[in-house]
């Protein structure tokens, strides 16, 4: 496979991005991932080769290009929790940055890269996200139903809060799959906001599946940190590759 550093130009800059593109002529499905806080690194490009093996051509932009290109940190100390925990709260301005209508718009911007691709085969993508990414890519997939055919969300937190503009109040719009993993150690996404985000997702009929993972905390596929399962991870394989080869029939 072809592992390179791509530019995506969107309606406020240029957003770096990691493009893995399989090996032979394609056209290939497209699989969007977005980030977690800690940003586009070698874990994210491990996991985007991972997905590339299987016939995907994966895109993982740096959801954080207004602040620079990735890595904005010195991100060496991330199986410190103390250091995570440290390093996070210096994230929190790009965090907060991420607006809805910004993720949005820059979405329809890594959408648009994807489709003017020769590689890349026509019709919807799929997208898969974790923690925040998960969250943002739930977001994304109400933007835009009819050309994202399936989520994959691993421990996304705050999909349900008491905002009037919380991810799981724009389900409604949602036409393809979705599948949530939700680590069961996880304040950020509680049994109670998860039973409110099921409740939606069933209100709205939407096709989902949405699974708890026993001994999980939030962050658990990352290997670069302190949080990652190993078993945990092996099922979020699993079931993604389940979703994208139901998704595009393979």
Same mark, same amino acid.
């Given at each position: 496979m072809e592992t390179r550093t791509v530019d995506? /130009?969107? *309606? $406020?800059? @240029?957003? &770096?991005?990691? !493009? @893995? *593109? /399989? &090996?032979g002529d394609g056209p290939f499905p497209a699989v969007l991932v977005f980030m977690d806080a800690f940003g586009l690194r070698p874990r994210l490009i491990e996991m985007a080769e991972r997905i590339a093996s299987q016939g995907y051509l994966v895109l993982v932009p740096n959801l954080f290009y207004r602040a620079g290109r990735a890595p904005l940190f010195d991100l060496s100390g991330l199986g410190d929790p103390e250091r995570r925990a440290a390093l996070f709260g210096q994230l929190m301005p790009q965090i907060a940055a991420l607006t809805p209508e910004v993720i949005t718009r820059d979405a329809g911007a890594y959408l648009d890269f994807l489709a003017a691709r020769d590689d890349v085969a026509p019709g919807p993508v799929a997208i898969t996200g974790y923690c925040m990414g998960g969250t943002n890519a739930l977001r994304v997939m109400a933007a835009y139903p009819d050309r994202i055919a399936a989520l994959a969300s691993f421990h996304a937190g705050r999909v349900v809060t $008491?905002? /009037?503009d919380s991810p799981h109040l724009g389900v409604g719009s949602v036409t393809g799959e979705v599948y949530f993993a939700h680590a069961d150690q996880d304040q950020s996404m509680t049994a109670e906001q998860i039973a409110t985000l099921e409740k939606a997702l069933e209100a709205a009929g @939407?096709? #989902?599946?949405?699974? !708890? #993972?026993a001994g999980a905390q939030h962050g658990f596929t990352m290997a670069d940190t302190a949080a990652y399962h190993e078993q945990a991870t092996e099922r979020h394989w699993t079931a993604m590759f389940d979703l994208l080869d139901r998704t595009f029939r393979r």
């Open positions: 995506v /130009p969107t *309606r $406020d800059g @240029v957003a &770096d991005a990691c !493009l @893995v *593109r /399989p &090996d $008491d905002s /009037p @939407v096709t #989902y599946r949405s699974e !708890l #993972y």
